[in-house]
């Protein structure tokens, strides 16, 4: 037993730092975050700015424009080449971090909040529970896509209504988790003790059942970063997402489908640029389950 | 056995109601009154009222639901707005290469994600299972159409070995119909076998963990029987669930897969039908797809009777 | 193969992972087992025993490596044999069972397959012998209907069913050696005894060797040919059977035979201070019909009466399922009785709504068996201690003092209260949570097998800590336990209770001198180690108590 107290809080950022996954995703989702910031002072141009006469060049095309402000000609270079109407995919890629990002943490905040919310309710409130089951139930039996698909045709296109086409199938598995652990913690001896101890029903739950939810849920919130930045960039892709001339790294992808074959880096880059984006979140999320929680662990 | 099984089947139906409210309700939200979308730009107003008196859209909500759950258990889904034809008969149409994809999918990623995943459990912290374990975080990484699109660079647009995109019917010959399906299949079970592999390892390793384990080597027995009479059986019931589960990923793979191969499938269909806002179809394809879900869950569960034998009655 | 010993254990060593809290986790171990004699290893969690039987077995974890010394299963050595050589041996020389029976045998396989599996590792039998002899050794445990039990799965057994199934195929090759690892430990008294009985009937007959690893100083006295004492992964006593208990020369020894609470309730006088709760015909229903299950009640409790004074402890004693536990957690409105009353100095609480019931909270208080669960990880000591007073009312401060107090009170300084529970030990965890009831001053304490799954020695601090605080409060104290030996010491009136009914009920020394009812006489019986006499009785409290 050690002299000074050691909360378990302070163990845990210290097994988080020791993780690998931690910091090598943490490291790399850092980088996307900061691309999405600093997006403007990236060498990048207008990423809506289209010029016909360029359209689809190859990497590294270069040409020369006239300056707006100067008159002078001025060369600029498309370092990843332009897409079929001739706007700078760099520059797209880099912008579409930004709606990558917003989309996936606005998604996973709210998906989180609501979930939480029910998942207390029906862990808590027992004649409540079957049915807030069984319409989680069948919210789930419809494929997550598909109800995104559904939800989003309902609404004009745009990145609210997008943002809600996810959360919308993200809800009953955070609803599904709160539950569980909220069932299985109000079973704890230390909470019947609390109980005993004549704590109300809401203090009971905000000092001793949720805090056992907030290392789970910050896991599950990764993922569903992670998931809502894919479903977002296939909405795009198949062109029911967010309105074609934003540059989203689904948009990018879906402008280049047509011309595919010929030009291939329409697809390579904002494909690459996605796929690392994802995978970091997800080490992120691997890392944080082994850390946070490793009875969580036994769980995905 | 008979009431478990009765049990089972009664317990879907309030789910399947659930998914039916909400598909029929997602009809009645749409902006803009159905009857008119499908009467057309041209239509006068004593038409519009025709028609919306033939749909039933005159009476109250809750008979219009039950209409319509009527209709749809018969097979009748309507008449698609964009293509004029009843939704049934698309659907058919549409349905061989759906399941084609579907199952080959499936058969693909349980035979090589099962046995990933046992081997990395067993060899669990060496460099094999860090190996399986890090192309599995890749692979559920990589969205479906990047990878469709990688593949289809590679071995399409450079190697010219196999088709860019298409289908063709099983009745045309099955190398032709094999020959067009092998490239979406792989870029669709890509994440499908980096999700069971890790689930299957997770399973395994839980198993191995077991005291039932240790008595099987106490009596002496070999470390592969270990695993392939003790360790795997138990782990059958957690892997087949994920199987399932991962069904509804899968349909929303169906989609973008036959988008990025231009299948003539359900998914496409989807798609076509949500760009159209044809929504007779979106609710009847949900609804299919849902279904079938329910349909595969059900099967699953019942099938934990013949794996598990706790579980009975 | 005429070995003098079928296991001559010497010098074993065994490393622990480095930042563990000891270098090894058994240190210079040796001892030996001859055929036909059963050598008991004992000792308290942590002291190594289970490092050292599986260390034998070659079924050491990853993580623990032997580092030196010979485990010679005769004559070979074990530690050094080539991994296929072990499992030649496993099975057929030595063979193992193990603590829990509901886990040791595998869900989805059929008992007689699973006894069967050996033979068909070891032998050459075909698949109609391995079944015949899988049914003689069925037989030969004792257990029923053989021929229709060798098709069962195992959760279609009862837990000492499992254990003679577990019996059987350790024994089924004869091996020289047999290793118990706690094999009755999670088993109810009465099916202890008949599986000691068992495996000590098996050992005769067939001659075998064996090494039973056990904390149960009454299950030694039952079975021990030889004791070995182990603490802390050395060896601290080693002997025969009368000379360890009777004689014990090592000092832990002795501590550890004078904390195993006597048999032999001391003379108590009746208490006759108020009464503090009084339950009348309490029931608790589980489950309810629908017309897709069919019958699926439960009667948990069933017209339970009891009454408990100030200054007096009442015990509930019966095995897993008697209901005992149900009776406490309605008592503390954990759950909600189906009918019946609880009467807390006259105030009705058994069906009150939870707002109501809140004012009187107060006054039941519960001590849990986990004390690993017991307090919320989270939250320092302090804060665990002063919920429940603010929660009445009290200003932080004057719960704070209160706390500090209590933890002098219960043997623990005041500044553990900025610590966190990891850093306690089980005892110590008990001891806090025993603080924390105490500090809203209830009138009535429920035990609720508070200290069953303490070590022995700690668990005569714990109880003597009950003891000690009932008295100086004047508490209604209801002990909730499986263990005859604890109640023995500490209750004043005894319950016993049987499948949620009241089988007998008097005078703890009147119930153990002269039991009524059938089943008490069984369960009496059944308590291992009657023969020999243990230090602890817990005397000076009881006596004040008067």
Request: hydrophobic content about 45%.
């Amino acid at each position: 037993m050690s002299s000074v107290a050691i909360s378990p809080a302070r163990q845990t950022m210290r097994r988080m730092a020791q993780n690998t996954s931690v910091m090598f995703g943490g490291f790399l989702v850092l980088l996307v975050v900061l691309m999405a910031l600093l997006a403007p002072y990236l060498g990048t141009r207008d990423p809506s700015g289209i010029s016909p006469k360029d359209r689809n060049q190859p990497p590294g095309y270069e040409t020369t424009v006239r300056d707006r402000d100067t008159g002078q000609r001025v060369t600029v270079e498309y370092r990843l080449g332009s897409d079929t109407l001739g706007r700078d995919v760099y520059s797209r890629v880099v912008y579409g971090a930004r709606i990558s990002l917003i989309v996936g943490v606005s998604v996973a905040t709210i998906a989180i909040v609501i979930g939480m919310v029910i998942g207390v309710l029906a862990g808590y409130v027992r004649w409540l529970d079957g049915i807030i089951m069984r319409v989680m139930d069948g919210l789930m039996a419809i494929p997550a896509i598909l109800l995104a698909i559904a939800v989003v045709s309902l609404f004009s296109a745009g990145l609210l209504s997008v943002i809600i086409a996810i959360v919308v199938p993200e809800v009953p598995r955070v609803v599904r988790l709160v539950r569980s652990i909220v069932l299985s913690i109000r079973e704890e001896p230390y909470v019947e003790a609390a109980i005993t101890a004549g704590t109300r029903t809401p203090t009971l739950l905000v000092r001793h059942v949720l805090p056992n939810t907030i290392a789970p849920l910050i896991v599950q919130g990764t993922f569903i970063v992670a998931s809502a930045i894919i479903v977002e960039a296939i909405l795009s892709f198949l062109g029911i997402g967010i309105p074609p001339e934003i540059p989203t790294w689904g948009n990018i992808m879906a402008e280049g489908r047509s011309v595919f074959q010929l030009y291939p880096h329409n697809i390579l880059y904002p494909g690459i640029i996605l796929a690392i984006t994802v995978l970091a979140v997800n080490m992120l999320g691997d890392g944080l389950r082994d850390t946070l929680d490793p009875r969580f662990a036994k769980r995905v | 056995m008979a009431s478990y099984l009765l049990r089972r089947v009664i317990a879907t139906i309030p789910v399947m109601l659930i998914v039916a409210i909400f598909i029929f309700l997602l009809l009645r939200l749409t902006p803009g009154d159905p009857a008119t979308i499908i009467a057309g730009d041209y239509a006068n107003a004593e038409q519009v009222a025709q028609i919306r008196e033939s749909l039933g859209l005159d009476q109250p909500i809750a008979t219009q639901f039950v209409i319509w759950l009527g209709n749809m258990f018969q097979g009748d889904f309507g008449e698609s707005f964009f293509y004029k034809k009843e939704v049934s008969e698309l659907i058919a149409a549409r349905l061989e290469p759906t399941l084609s994809l579907s199952i080959l999918t499936i058969i693909l990623t349980v035979v090589i994600a099962v046995p990933l995943g046992t081997l990395a459990a067993y060899k669990q912290g060496s460099w094999i299972d860090r190996g399986i374990m890090g192309f599995s975080v890749l692979g559920f990484s990589l969205p479906v159409f990047v990878i469709g699109y990688a593949l289809i660079y590679v071995f399409s647009v450079q190697l010219g070995w196999l088709p860019v995109q298409g289908y063709q019917r099983i009745s045309e010959g099955v190398g032709g119909w094999l020959y067009r399906l092998i490239l979406p299949s792989i870029a669709l079970s890509v994440i499908f076998v980096a999700f069971i592999a890790r689930m299957t390892r997770t399973s395994v390793l839980e198993v191995l963990g077991e005291d039932y384990v240790r008595t099987a080597r106490a009596k002496g027995q070999t470390e592969t029987r270990v695993l392939m009479r003790h360790a795997l059986r138990n782990a059958a019931v957690p892997i087949v669930t994920v199987i399932g589960l991962s069904f509804a990923v899968l349909i929303g793979g169906v989609v973008v897969t036959e988008s990025v191969f231009t299948i003539p499938g359900l998914g496409l269909l989807t798609v076509e039908a949500v760009l159209a806002r044809d929504f007779p179809t979106i609710q009847a394809v949900i609804l299919l797809f849902s279904f079938i879900y329910v349909l595969i869950n059900l099967i699953i569960d019942v099938s934990y009777t013949l794996l598990d034998p706790r579980i009975r009655y | 193969m005429d070995q003098k010993y079928v296991l001559e254990v010497s010098g074993l060593t065994v490393a622990l992972p480095k930042n563990a809290d000891r270098p090894n986790a058994v240190e210079n171990i040796s001892f030996t087992v001859a055929p036909g004699e059963i050598v008991c290893v004992v000792g308290e969690s942590g002291s190594g025993k289970s490092v050292t039987a599986s260390a034998v077995m070659g079924l050491l974890p990853d993580a623990l490596r032997p580092k030196g010394g010979k485990t010679l299963l005769q004559g070979e050595d074990t530690l050094t044999a080539e991994k296929s050589r072990l499992r030649d041996l496993r099975g057929t020389r030595m063979a193992m069972i193990f603590q829990e029976p509901m886990t040791a045998l595998n869900p989805v396989t059929r008992v007689g397959e699973q006894i069967a599996e050996v033979l068909e590792i070891h032998t050459s039998m075909t698949a109609a012998e391995r079944r015949q002899r899988a049914i003689e050794i069925m037989e030969a445990v004792h257990l029923p209907d053989p021929e229709k039990m060798v098709d069962a799965f195992p959760h279609q057994l009862s837990g000492g069913q499992r254990q003679r199934i577990m019996i059987a195929m350790a024994l089924v090759l004869d091996p020289a050696l047999l290793i118990a690892d706690e094999p009755t430990t999670a088993l109810d008294v009465t099916t202890q005894a008949q599986i000691l009985k068992l495996i000590k009937e098996m050992q005769e007959r067939r001659g075998t060797g064996v090494l039973f690893i056990t904390h149960d100083f009454g299950v030694v006295a039952e079975i021990a040919d030889r004791i070995v004492v182990m603490q802390h992964g050395r060896i601290v006593e080693y002997g025969d059977r009368d000379d360890v208990l009777r004689r014990p020369k090592a000092p832990y020894t002795q501590m550890l035979m004078a904390s195993v609470p006597s048999m032999t309730p001391p003379e108590r006088s009746a208490k006759t201070g108020e009464t503090a709760v009084e339950v009348k015909t309490l029931n608790k229903v589980y489950g309810k019909t629908s017309w897709l299950s069919k019958d699926r009640i439960v009667h948990a409790v069933q017209d339970v009466d009891l009454m408990v004074r100030k200054g007096e402890t009442l015990g509930i004693v019966g095995e897993s399922g008697s209901g005992k536990s149900t009776v406490a957690r309605c008592i503390a409105r954990l759950i909600d009785p189906t009918s019946g009353s609880i009467s807390l100095h006259g105030t009705e609480i058994a069906t009150i709504s939870q707002s109501q019931l809140r004012p009187h909270r107060r006054k039941v208080q519960i001590v849990f068996q986990d004390p690993y669960r017991s307090l919320n990880p989270r939250r320092t000591i302090g804060q665990s201690l002063v919920e429940a007073p603010m929660n009445f009312g009290m200003a932080e401060a004057q719960a704070l003092k209160i706390a500090r107090d209590l933890m002098e009170l219960v043997g623990l300084s005041g500044d553990a209260l900025e610590r966190y529970p990891h850093q306690f030990s089980g005892g110590q965890r008990q001891r806090i949570c025993i603080a924390r009831a105490l500090a809203v001053e209830p009138e009535v304490l429920i035990a609720d097998e508070a200290v069953s799954a303490l070590d022995v020695s700690v668990q005569a601090q714990v109880l003597k800590l009950l003891d000690d605080i009932r008295v100086k409060y004047n508490l209604a104290m209801l002990f909730i336990t499986h263990d005859l030996r604890v109640a023995a010491q500490i209750c004043d009136r005894l319950i016993v209770m049987q499948k949620g009914v009241i089988v007998e009920h008097g005078p703890t020394r009147a119930v153990y001198q002269n039991p009524q009812h059938p089943y008490t006489r069984l369960l009496l019986d059944a308590a291992p180690g009657q023969g020999m006499t243990f230090g602890s009785e817990i005397a000076p409290a009881a006596a004040q108590g008067s």
